[in-house]
């Protein structure tokens, strides 16, 4: 609604808005993810307004990006657009793989070094196997809707 009204609504959709919007959201993302252990005790704060709080983050970085505020080259990138292909996949595969890769990143690792061999085994597996379910799976119905949308009659 705001994307179609934005010209009725100058100042709030500005660029200098739009800035001002999305490196606020990212500071209080920071603030509220990187300044201390998340969820070391679940209190009030923790079960209801911290996931409002962080929501309302990420709508800021968005409404900020929408509008032109903000690193927006940053998310041009061909890098983030394969992943943001891949994210419903990835979205799929991401928990059941955990546990796979805790189990290879502790037979093959050093103790110091256990969360890096980890997360480099989580990615790849998550990134190969969102890769798979995509073009196995994902791409070829989604051409099969394509095409059938096209010889469909239309609805009355």
Known sequence: ????????????TSVKAAQIACYSGLVLFL?????????????????????????AAFGAIMFG??????PGRLFRGLTLFLFARLSYCLYLVHIPLIPLSLTLASQHAVADNEFAAFFTIFITLSTLASLLLHYGV???FLILKSRAGSTMPARP
């Open 138 to 140: 994902e791409k070829p």
């Open 31 to 55: 603030s509220l993810t990187a300044t201390h252990e998340m969820m070391a005790t679940i209190s009030l704060w923790d079960k209801t307004l911290q996931p409002l709080a962080i929501a």
């Open 1 to 12: 609604i705001m994307y179609r009204e934005r010209k009725a609504l100058p100042r709030l």
């Open 65 to 70: 990006l929408l509008f032109g505020g903000g």
